[in-house]
């Protein structure tokens, strides 16, 4: 489900250029083994709210830094992932944005 989940919001990011699409894919690919069997209070998988985070991103035509950050906005706060890790695989922009979003209150 969460890989059918994946490649459905993947074809969203059609709009941005072939090495920013392999970004939001690979970002998208992380978000969901991240939150791998985490659900939302319907029984929903937990992945759809930064799947619609991100179409809401694109929709409004963000950089793909900012909707890699959409993507990622609740592992640092939801899962084991770190603000390290984060860096080294996406950089230091998008652990920025994803660290400040998770301190706002």
């Known amino acids: 489900m969460y890989e059918e989940l994946t ?14 699409q392999e970004r939001i894919a690979e970002a998208a690919r992380f978000s969901s083994k991240a939150h791998e069997g985490q659900k ?3 029984g929903e998988p937990y992945i759809i709210h930064p799947f619609a985070v991100a179409e809401i991103l694109i929709s409004i035509n963000m950089d793909v830094d900012t909707v890699i ?11 084991a992932i770190t603000y390290d890790e984060i860096k080294e695989k996406f950089g230091e922009t998008v652990a920025d944005l994803v ?5 706002i209150s």
Do not use: V
Request: proline residues 0%; neutral net charge.
């Open 7 to 20: 490649n459905r919001f993947i074809q969203k990011s059609c709009k941005y250029s072939k090495g920013e």
């Open 40 to 42: 939302r209070h319907s």
């Open 69 to 79: 950050a959409g993507l990622l906005h609740d592992t640092l706060e939801d899962t």
């Open 99 to 103: 660290e400040g979003e998770t301190k």
